[in-house]
């Protein structure tokens, strides 16, 4: 079965926006899309659209994930990837997605936005997907079954014999999505090497974290050649601003490649620093285990805690309000000295009030 039978049946009739970009590319005298014949005049050209979908930068982050161009949607940040996925899957009063919490907040608004309905199947005491649960739960309604991978807020990456029950089991039922957004930090190849065995398995990847580009807003769907075709053609006419491309290209140029290795392998040893260092602290219960640039991590008061940083000047997540979360504090890894202004705020005495 063809994982398009998933997908809501009347968009599979839909042949989309046809923009004027699409119809025909470039020619000497271009009089079809009702743009300015002259630039801005601030010294950028930027009066003509831009591709639908970049041809250079398409082909550069298929090569970067060691897929096929046809396998690769760019889209604004893999955010816009979920919304994009649980459109085409969902139909809005029927339809459900499935996810472990705690996780990333944006799959259940999307969810919300959409009208389909949220399964939730926690994850486990050591805070891994609970295989045999999340098969039992998605027999019915649930089109979109979401992982994290390493997992926002906790840190972990989900083991890959995980993901191959998972998408296995989920064949015909459902799509598994597998969220990369930090896959760089961990120590692991990426779950794209599985796209060739599940047609029914989607992998989200991002420049935000790692690459170091989230102000550029470009992520990508990795998915079969079929579900990209039909995500393109319910995405935005021209998602991608020229500006971002052009920026996002030059910053993925080969000859940055090192410095993008460099940077990651530092920061990861920021990460196990900070990780020695917060162990040491009195009123520090616990730091999960982590294969991203966060730290989750359980103090014995962190409300506490949180006014001592206050104080300091320094902001980390509250997730408190999450699923066995509650005594929680996600903390980014910074720079080295501004990991080390946290750690002073944090030994600093306590204020009584
Ligand atoms: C940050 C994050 C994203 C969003 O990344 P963008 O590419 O910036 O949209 C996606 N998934 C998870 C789990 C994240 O933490």
Redesign the pocket.
């Known amino acids: 079965m063809s994982v398009l039978a998933l997908a809501r049946p009347e968009l599979l009739e839909l042949r989309g926006y046809s923009s004027a970009r699409r119809e025909a590319g470039a020619a000497a005298t271009m009089l079809n899309a009702n743009e300015s014949p002259w630039p801005s005049g601030n010294g950028m050209a930027l009066h003509r659209y831009p591709e639908p979908q970049p041809t250079e930068l398409r082909r550069t982050m298929a090569s970067l994930y060691g897929v096929a161009c046809n396998q690769v949607l760019l889209c604004?940040?893999?955010?816009?990837g979920?919304d994009l996925l649980v459109r085409a899957f969902c139909r809005s009063g029927h339809d459900a997605i499935l996810i472990c919490p705690p996780?990333?907040g944006?799959y259940a608004v999307c969810a919300e936005v959409q009208g389909a309905a949220r399964i939730e199947v926690p994850l486990d005491a050591g805070f891994k997907p609970d295989t045999k649960a999340i098969l039992a739960a998605a027999r019915h309604s649930v089109k979109l079954v979401f992982l994290?991978s390493p997992?926002?807020p906790t840190g972990a990456l989900v083991r890959r014999t995980c993901i191959d029950q998972l998408a296995s089991g989920l064949a015909g039922n459902a799509v598994l999505v597998v969220?990369e957004?930090?896959i760089e930090f961990a120590d692991s190849s990426s779950t794209c090497e599985l796209l060739g065995r599940h047609e029914n398995l989607v992998v989200?990847r991002?420049?935000?974290?790692a690459w170091a580009l989230?102000g550029a807003?470009?992520?990508a769907v990795v998915a079969h050649p079929q579900v990209v075709a039909l995500l393109e053609r319910i995405a935005a006419p021209y998602p991608l601003p020229a500006p971002s491309t052009a920026a996002v290209l030059s910053a993925l140029d080969c000859t940055r490649r090192d410095e993008f290795s460099r940077r990651v392998a530092r920061l990861v040893g920021e990460r196990e620093r900070l990780r020695g260092a917060l162990e040491a602290l009195a009123g520090v219960r616990e730091v999960l285990h982590s294969d991203a640039n966060f730290l989750c991590v359980r103090f014995d008061d962190a409300d506490a805690e949180l006014g001592k940083l206050a104080r300091g000047g320094v902001v980390v997540r509250d997730v408190r309000a999450q699923h066995r979360l509650q005594d929680c504090l996600r903390i980014s890894i910074g720079t080295p000295a501004e990991n080390d202004r946290l750690l002073d705020a944090l030994a600093a005495a306590q204020e009584f009030a």
């Open positions: 604004r940040g893999s955010g816009e979920i996780t990333f944006l994290a997992n926002n969220d957004a930090y989200l991002s420049l935000s974290k989230a807003r470009v992520g």
